[in-house]
């Protein structure tokens, strides 16, 4: 086992009503643990359950706690189903009591020294005397039983400083929740060990109390077995503390999943109602949720996802077109975009998880015909009176993958320019005022500080495209296409093989 630990840069977690509970493995959480007791680094741990994440959300001073742990593992099942709702499928529970065991067998096989503070003298007894039977080259360097009260100052510091004196380098701290959680909180960076909250796992190990079945742990049943053993203590916590965490869980998920996921589908379905307005309902309903519509507009059967709209004198947009995440869409005098399976997206998100800018603006006089697809991730610009031809051309201002960056840049198209069909323009590429650009053309460069240019294209390759074998294109290449235009649009990529523009 390695000596890498989990690192706020490669942490992964989860808030389970306001604990932030991480989202680990066995191995990744063992080879942490290991690590950190390698280089006798002062952290703490805790075994997160319902009953712990109940009196965090009712205690921010024990919320604080939990969410300053170096680690937080789901212990209860009912927290692991939770962080799998939360898209981490394979999410295992990881208990104090299964941690225990499991680094116990490690550390006799590291030569790791392990410090055993909690439960009773008698349980001590019984568990040094089935670890050492168990591990027969475990290291147990203490044994302690506090006192059931608050250690004075004083105490407190001998008790640290004969951790410290002993040489261990995983302190299992079974004081009982919260007041373990406390106690380890207070002493990271006395303590120069790794501190693990492992409940009752000293009572489990020892025999002195009988876990339940493995099938009532898989089931997340474990907390009955408990509190049938132990009604007299456990019965009103279990049944205030886990009618609480569903009342919690529900709350959350109605108003973070539920309430958001509705809001979407009505947003959506409005929009598809939109669209099915005639025209000149549709105009006057967005003239009055804000949007700016000139006079004689005339707008089809269009999905129209964007944000602001700004459609000047005489502008005609078909049906059959969609738009969908724009932030703004601006369309100058007369200038038409036509119908028929143009698509317009800005859904994606970069790496950071950030939506595209999604901004569209179309010069006055000119027009786009059908079925092209333009990736507005930043910004999309047409001139006055020029026109894109023909059919399905892609234009992206956003990489999506090799070979095509991982970037945003706008793609410009100059006043009076002529772009034929099946063109394709990468990031960052322009064409200035009075070009001109044959069909099939790549275009990968920035023309735009330069007029009357001329992009010859390559029609035998732009309809060698339709006919491409699938054997040049992954689903890699082609899953941020539009379903509709994969078969065909995505085939516009080999075109970086071989294919690409001239001046």
Request: aromatic share 10%.
């Amino acid at each position: 086992m390695g000596d890498a630990g989990i690192t706020s840069e490669r942490r992964s977690s989860e808030e389970v009503i306001g604990c932030s509970i991480d989202a680990i493995d066995w191995d990744a959480a063992l080879e942490a643990v290991s690590g950190w007791a390698s280089r006798r680094e002062s952290r703490y741990v805790c075994h997160c359950n319902v009953h712990s994440v109940v009196t965090a959300r009712r205690d921010s001073r024990f919320q604080q706690v939990l969410n300053g742990a170096d680690m937080a593992t789901p212990d209860g099942m009912p927290i692991a189903w939770v962080l799998r709702c939360f898209g981490f499928k394979q999410q295992p529970r990881i208990s104090g009591p299964d941690m225990m065991w499991k680094y116990c067998a490690h550390a006799a096989a590291a030569g790791h020294h392990i410090y055993l503070y909690g439960g009773t003298l008698e349980t001590l007894r019984l568990l040094t005397k089935k670890l050492l039977a168990a591990f027969p080259g475990l290291k147990i360097v203490g044994a302690e039983a506090p006192p059931f009260r608050e250690l004075t100052p004083p105490e407190e510091r001998e008790t640290v400083d004969r951790i410290n004196r002993s040489g261990a380098h995983v302190v299992f701290v079974s004081l009982g929740c919260p007041r373990q959680e406390y106690w380890m909180a207070a002493n990271r960076g006395s303590i120069h060990a790794v501190m693990l909250g492992v409940g009752a796992a000293f009572d489990y190990h020892a025999g002195t109390l009988r876990r339940a079945p493995p099938w009532m742990r898989e089931h997340g049943l474990e907390w009955l077995h408990r509190m049938l053993a132990e009604p007299h203590r456990l019965l009103r916590r279990y049944l205030v503390t886990n009618t609480l965490f569903a009342i919690y869980i529900a709350a959350y998920f109605f108003r973070h999943v539920l309430l958001p996921a509705a809001l979407k589908t009505t947003r959506r379905l409005f929009l598809i109602l939109l669209a099915l307005l005639p025209s000149f309902v549709k105009v006057r309903l967005l003239r009055a949720l804000g949007h700016d519509i000139g006079k004689n507009v005339h707008i089809g059967m269009s999905y129209l996802d964007i944000r602001r709209m700004d459609l000047r004198d005489g502008v005609r947009i078909g049906s059959f077109n969609y738009f969908n995440g724009l932030t703004e869409l601006t369309v100058m005098e007369h200038a038409r975009i036509g119908g028929w399976g143009n698509w317009f997206t800005a859904s994606r998100r970069d790496d950071q998880g950030n939506p595209g800018h999604g901004r569209v603006f179309i010069g006055r006089g000119s027009a786009i015909t059908n079925r092209h697809y333009v990736d507005v991730q930043e910004l999309f610009v047409v001139g006055e009176q020029s026109f894109i031809g023909g059919f399905g051309s892609v234009f992206f201002t956003h990489g999506v993958s090799p070979p095509l960056g991982n970037f945003n840049r706008p793609v410009i198209i100059g006043d009076h320019c002529y772009l034929g069909s099946h063109c394709l323009l990468l990031p960052g590429a322009g064409i200035g005022s009075y070009s001109f650009v044959g069909a099939g053309a790549v275009v990968t460069k920035d023309f735009s500080d330069r007029s009357h240019v001329l992009l010859a294209g390559n029609p035998a390759a732009a309809k060698k495209r339709y006919d491409a074998d699938a054997r040049f294109f992954t689903e890699d290449h082609t899953s941020f296409l539009p379903r509709p235009l994969r078969h065909r649009s995505a085939t516009r990529l080999v075109a970086l093989e071989g294919h690409g523009p001239s001046s």
